[in-house]
């Protein structure tokens, strides 16, 4: 490729890009599409028009452009968007292959292991918990991944354990109403009820648009709290939320509830959860 073409492909390729941040998608199509016919073994070219195509809805297409990524350059990234692609049109089978691919290629890669879990989670929860667990080990910024672990804890009655998941979760994630309310649920599961709606009243306060909170507050909802394992397969399954902070005072039980997990948290979090039924010692996550 010549100077003149590399700077264009440069310039097609950034423009392209900017455009899709910018939510300019039809300009962004318009300039990767121009990247990929100045230089069509652009792996950059390609991944970004399928991140693209996956925000019109057209998944199809995004399907193509990833698939044509990896072929070039075949990354764990690559395979986890491929996999993406094929979880939103629903070929599961596949899906997993193209995550169990990303994960071999590279094991600590927690997008991949993330995903897995998810896919995994309705059908085979200790495989989903295992590669839950590594997606928090690989990446304990995921508050997702934290939310999907205590989910699956608490399929096994593992309630303390799941608590200390939950609470994690909150800390990566304070300004997200699913980690609070989540908590408030897992209280109300565990007889609780008097702090599950200190819970869900302080949720209440924190997010005042979040039906749940609201409807949590009377203890409305069913006692189970809806699974983590369905996350939608959208952009949050590359993008997680850094934490925050809050003003908002805590109702007491919320507080003592939080500090009793912090307490023990550091512990808890040095090490790989080995079992689910001898967590209170060294074996856990890391946090």
Same mark, same amino acid.
């Given at each position: 490729?010549?100077?003149?073409?590399?700077?264009?492909?440069?310039?097609?390729?950034?423009?392209?890009?900017?455009?899709?941040?910018?939510?300019?998608?039809?300009?962004?199509?318009?300039?990767?599409?121009?990247?990929?016919?100045?230089?069509?073994?652009?792996?950059? *070219?390609?991944?970004?028009?399928? =991140?693209?195509?996956?925000?019109?809805?057209?998944?199809?297409?995004?399907?193509?452009?990833?698939?044509?990524?990896?072929?070039? =350059?075949?990354?764990?990234?690559?395979?986890?968007?491929?996999?993406?692609?094929?979880?939103?049109?629903?070929?599961?089978?596949?899906?997993?292959?193209?995550?169990?691919?990303?994960?071999?290629?590279?094991?600590?890669?927690?997008?991949?292991?993330?995903?897995?879990?998810?896919?995994? !989670?309705?059908?085979?929860?200790?495989?989903?918990?295992?590669?839950? =667990? *590594? !997606?928090?080990?690989?990446?304990?910024?995921?508050?997702?991944?934290?939310?999907?672990?205590?989910?699956?804890?608490?399929?096994?009655?593992?309630?303390?354990?799941?608590?200390?998941?939950?609470?994690?979760?909150?800390?990566?994630?304070?300004?997200?109403?699913?980690?609070?309310?989540?908590?408030?649920?897992?209280?109300?599961?565990?007889?609780?009820?008097?702090?599950?709606?200190?819970?869900?009243?302080?949720?209440?306060?924190?997010?005042?648009?979040?039906?749940?909170?609201?409807?949590?507050?009377?203890?409305?909802?069913?006692?189970?709290?809806?699974?983590?394992?369905?996350?939608?397969?959208?952009?949050?399954?590359?993008?997680?939320?850094?934490?925050?902070?809050?003003?908002?005072?805590?109702?007491?039980?919320?507080?003592?509830?939080?500090? !009793? *997990?912090?307490?023990?948290?550091?512990?808890?979090?040095?090490?790989?959860?080995?079992?689910?039924?001898?967590?209170?010692?060294?074996?856990?996550?890391?946090?």
């Amino acid at each position: 490729m010549g100077a003149a073409t590399d700077a264009e492909l440069r310039e097609a390729l950034a423009a392209g890009i900017r455009a899709h941040d910018e939510g300019r998608l039809d300009e962004a199509e318009r300039q990767l599409e121009r990247a990929i016919a100045l230089e069509p073994r652009s792996v950059a *070219a390609h991944a970004a028009l399928g =991140q693209v195509r996956m925000d019109r809805g057209q998944h199809d297409a995004a399907l193509e452009s990833f698939q044509a990524a990896v072929v070039l =350059q075949p990354t764990a990234r690559g395979w986890n968007n491929t996999g993406i692609a094929l979880m939103a049109l629903e070929r599961r089978e596949e899906a997993a292959r193209a995550f169990q691919r990303a994960a071999e290629i590279d094991p600590r890669y927690a997008l991949a292991r993330f995903n897995l879990a998810r896919l995994h !989670a309705g059908t085979d929860a200790p495989l989903a918990l295992t590669h839950a =667990q *590594a !997606a928090v080990q690989a990446d304990p910024s995921n508050a997702d991944a934290w939310l999907l672990v205590s989910d699956l804890l608490r399929r096994r009655q593992d309630h303390a354990n799941a608590m200390r998941a939950v609470n994690l979760a909150i800390e990566r994630a304070p300004q997200r109403p699913a980690t609070w309310t989540a908590r408030a649920a897992l209280l109300a599961e565990m007889d609780r009820t008097d702090e599950a709606k200190a819970e869900y009243a302080d949720a209440w306060t924190r997010f005042p648009r979040d039906l749940r909170a609201a409807l949590g507050t009377s203890l409305s909802l069913p006692r189970v709290y809806t699974s983590h394992a369905p996350i939608a397969s959208r952009s949050s399954a590359t993008r997680h939320s850094s934490a925050g902070s809050s003003t908002v005072p805590r109702p007491t039980s919320s507080r003592r509830a939080l500090g !009793a *997990a912090r307490a023990g948290a550091s512990a808890w979090a040095s090490s790989a959860i080995t079992s689910t039924t001898a967590l209170s010692g060294a074996t856990s996550l890391p946090g």
